[in-house]
């Protein structure tokens, strides 16, 4: 089974950081595209990021754009967000995303239906 465990969410003051880190077991890493996306009460699952499988190409939804970044460790199987200028409206749960087809492009993971899921890590931004 593809088990994906987030970890990092917390509490912090509008303007603060926070890194996620998402820790991959059950299959090959390397060769999947991998992404987060962020759900708050009463909305639909978002996009926020993806990287593609070779690490090449990255792909940002707007509203997050130039405040955070995405990155991986093929070899350690593990993929970060980095959080930064972190605002009320980034107040969510983080799911951490791999894709079920191998050799994708990250904009295809942001469109994709059949995703892994992670179990979500809280991000909590105080104004």
């Known amino acids: 089974q593809v088990r994906l465990v987030e970890s990092g969410g917390g509490l912090v003051q509008a303007g603060g950081s926070l890194r996620l880190s998402c820790a991959a077991s059950?299959?090959?890493?390397?060769?999947?595209?991998m992404g987060w996306f962020r759900q708050a009460p009463g909305k639909e699952r978002e996009f926020v990021a993806a990287?593609?499988?070779?690490?090449?190409?990255?792909y940002y939804a707007d509203s997050v754009k130039g405040r955070f970044t995405i990155s991986r460790d093929n070899a350690k199987n593990t993929l970060t967000l980095q959080m930064n200028s972190l605002k009320p409206e980034d107040t969510a749960v983080y799911y951490c995303?791999?894709?079920?087809?191998?050799?994708?492009?990250?904009?295809?993971?942001?469109?994709?239906?059949?995703?892994?899921w992670g179990q979500g890590t809280q991000v909590t931004v105080s104004s």
């Open positions: 990287i593609m499988w070779n690490g090449i190409n990255r």
């Open positions: 059950g299959r090959s890493f390397s060769g999947y595209t």
């Open positions: 995303a791999a894709d079920m087809i191998s050799y994708r492009t990250a904009q295809q993971l942001s469109r994709a239906e059949n995703r892994y």
